[in-house]
């Protein structure tokens, strides 16, 4: 154990699910990985919408060195111990005066997982109330809460998703950030934000951290082993990407989500449902050189 949170800091964790407002990142990191995202915008606009979804940490070294920062593997490993994967690192990108948002959620709804992984809300620009900072339901995370599943939802277009029924709005907080701050939450934690109504980009970049002896109530997860040891074998590992969502990196995604479909975001697959995820098109693939 790290000991960088305090037993205060672990046991507020533990009360109300979530911690906020830790700097994690310096101002030149935040820069580097801005500009990262930047000149893929540019270099790569046709490929923004599938690569910047699920499993970017398949793709993008930068990513996965995000995922394996120092500073904010601490916080995780005071939270959930000495082994941790990598699950899953997204993108959550709101443009400037746009109606983007999320609705009440709890990303653990739809497929438990237990001991339950822990999201780290990186910034990398300010999130303000104004840009659609992130929003919290102190305690919720305690149970999952009766919720509908409902497809092309706020902010996440082609997947089914779960929605928190009956939430009472009056208790959220709001976890404005400076750029580099990251904010830790539970996955079974009631969240959701609204729309961006400023004149600047909201950016930031979540890490589902997961620890090596956690069980999924369906299917079986994957990850990248980023700190410490695996001695249960309950999450298949994943390979470390080759660089900027090079062919090798796309098909490596591909075959993970192929072969291990069943994961929080994604959901459990329904008898006879088709499995489905954002992807390079056909005609992107053909360019890449990747096999159909």
């Known amino acids: 154990m790290s000991n960088r949170l305090t037993q205060f800091e672990v046991d507020q964790f533990a009360e109300l699910g979530y911690l906020s407002s830790t700097k994690c990142l310096t101002d030149a990191e935040c820069d580097a990985l801005l500009e990262h995202i930047e000149s893929f915008e540019r270099d790569r606009p046709d490929d923004v919408g599938w690569a910047f979804d699920l499993k970017t940490n398949l ?40 109606g983007t948002h999320y609705g009440w959620h709890q990303d653990a709804a739809r497929i438990e997982v237990e001991p339950c992984f822990v999201i780290a809300f990186v910034s990398l620009t300010d999130s303000t109330k104004e840009n659609g900072c992130l929003q919290v339901i102190p305690g919720s995370h305690k149970r999952i809460h009766p919720f509908d599943v409902i497809e092309n939802a706020d902010g996440q277009p082609q997947r089914r998703v779960a929605r928190t029924k009956d939430v009472d709005e009056s208790k959220a907080e709001l976890l404005e950030l400076k750029a580099g701050e990251v904010a830790f939450f539970s996955g079974r934690l009631v969240h959701g934000s609204g729309s961006n109504t400023s004149s600047e980009r909201r950016i930031a970049v979540l890490t589902d951290y997961t620890a090596a002896d956690a069980k999924q109530s369906v299917g079986q ?72």
Request: hydrophobic share 35%; glycine share 8%.
């Open 59 to 98: 793709l993008f070294d930068w990513v996965y060195a995000l995922g394996a920062h120092k500073a904010i593997l601490e916080i995780a490993e005071d939270l959930l111990g000495p082994n941790l994967f990598n699950t899953n690192s997204i993108f959550r990108i709101k443009e400037s005066s746009t």
């Open 221 to 292: 997860g994957s990850g990248q082993l980023v700190c410490g040891e695996d001695n249960w074998r309950y999450i298949a590992p994943e390979p470390v990407p080759q660089g900027n969502c090079t062919s090798v990196d796309v098909l490596n995604r591909r075959r993970v989500l192929t072969t291990y479909p069943e994961n929080p975001l994604m959901g459990p697959l329904q008898p006879g449902q088709a499995i489905e995820f954002p992807d390079a098109p056909d005609h992107e693939s053909n360019k890449l050189g990747i096999a159909l």
